[in-house]
């Protein structure tokens, strides 16, 4: 099942009329009036031994207590979506208030926690031996600034519920409200009796305090959410890691999908939270025989079709010269597409929410990941020239595709070539976070080290825990 924009807006519009009060005592700390913030240190050090002690208290508590203390974490998540929305958009200029409530939602309700550890089992006339997932112990993790707050909150859920204690390293672009999530997690686990300090990061993250946090040695496991340069540094620490890093998820159409709904689907794939998701549809390769009618349906479900003289304009401005190269112009990133126009001279209204062009592959908007509502669309002669332009476009990232298509031989193909950790059939790229699809939902997914959605057993060691020669009752 897909979720369609007014439904999206309904929900949005429930969840706005059903905000309780405890929302203003979030806000009040958001806006300063309320004292320190729980889990915020001045010094990196101070923190992590924080982050130690209470890893110790957690770790000898019944599962049901870490579940109490996520539960807890669950509904103020849901309390406080509005305030994290609004303080996340404001923060950082980026993404759409409405499709962040959703997420912090998902991440309240589609998060796993304790129900994710498994225990396998050998019994026979030797004895009885178990696998048992326990915790690393205390997790340095770092943060976007796409997803700041989300990304705090679902980790915490899934490295609590594992056992371990979490010293984050939230982006500086996005300091406030991280470390705002982070005081609310403390803030759940001390309302039901739990330890403070479950969840730790500095007043002022930087570069320096993140190499700390590397390479120190009371921390055992790093993951990393964010770009190339963060992920891979975290690879080289030396210690056990987990890299969710970049990607540039191409969706492919071929000439036997429903056009109509694939162009509905991809539009609200792509514009969800203004395409900050690193899983949102970046570029669309489509047949040929197929491709203007896609573009025909995109247009409207809500999209701007650019003239050349507006593509090039679009590209000087997304894109900014550094060192002799382009990167990606910060203030473009997760901007609104009536934003995005307006820089370039173009009036439209609320109803435009998708930029859309058609280009060749080697387009620099097309070929970057943007994280903006500006779709490309590549034409291709047939399905397997599609496939290997999808291939090539996904630029070795393994991280996430997509494909319209009623050809089941087709989508097996392309699922085997392209080879990444989501690949969503029919459905917006939003459905393989769980939302308007089955599973569950994470904001952290592990494409370059294989771990793939992470969630609470992916935060564990495995134990082999052997009894010799007895309980076995069989
Ligand atoms: P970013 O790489 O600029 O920052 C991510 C984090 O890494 C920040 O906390 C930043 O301070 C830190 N960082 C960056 N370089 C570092 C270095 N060399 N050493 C230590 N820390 C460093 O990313 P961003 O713009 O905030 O987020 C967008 C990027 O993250 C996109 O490429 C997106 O695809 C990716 N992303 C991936 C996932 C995933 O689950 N795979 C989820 C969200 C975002």
Known sequence: MSIS?????????????????????????????????????????????????????????????????????????????????????????????????????????????????????WSGDRGLTLIEQGPYGVIGAVCPSTNPSETVLCNSIGMLAAGNSVVFAPHPAAKNVSNLAIDMVNRASVEVGGPENLVVAVKEPTMDVSKTIFGHKDISLLVATGGPGVVTTVLSSGKRAMGAGAGNPPVLVDETANIPKAAEDIVNGCTFDNNLPCIAEKEVVAVKSIADELMYYMEQAGCYHANDEEVSKLVSTVFVEKNGRKTLNRQCVGRSAKVLLNKIGVNVGEEIRCIIFKGDKNHPM??????????????????????????????????????????????????????????????????????????????????????GLTSAKNFTKSRRCVMCDALSIR
């Open 5 to 121: 924009e007014q439904e999206i807006q309904n929900i949005v519009r429930n969840v706005l009329q059903n905000m309780g009060k405890s929302e203003e005592s979030t806000a009040n700390q958001a806006s300063g009036q309320s004292k320190k913030l729980m889990g915020i240190f001045e010094n990196i050090e101070d923190a992590i031994a924080a982050a130690k002690t209470a890893q110790k208290e957690i770790q000898p508590m019944p599962l049901e207590f870490r579940e109490k203390i996520i539960a807890n974490i669950r509904k103020k998540t849901i309390e406080n979506a509005k305030i994290f929305a609004e303080l996340g958009v404001e923060e950082t200029g980026m993404g759409n208030v409405g499709h962040k409530i959703l997420k912090h939602q998902l991440v309240a309700e589609k998060t796993p926690g304790t129900e994710d550890l498994s225990t396998t089992a």
């Open 366 to 451: 097309i070929a970057e990941e943007l994280m903006m509502p500006i779709l490309g669309i590549v034409e291709v002669k047939d399905v397997d020239e599609g496939i290997e332009v999808s291939v090539e476009l996904e630029q070795g990232n393994r991280h996430s595709a997509h494909m319209h298509s009623t050809n089941v031989n087709n989508l097996t193909k392309y699922g085997k070539a392209i080879d990444t950790a989501i690949f969503v059939k029919n459905g917006p790229s939003y459905a393989a976070l769980g939302f308007g699809g089955e599973g569950y939902a994470t904001f952290t997914i592990a494409s370059r080290t294989g771990e």
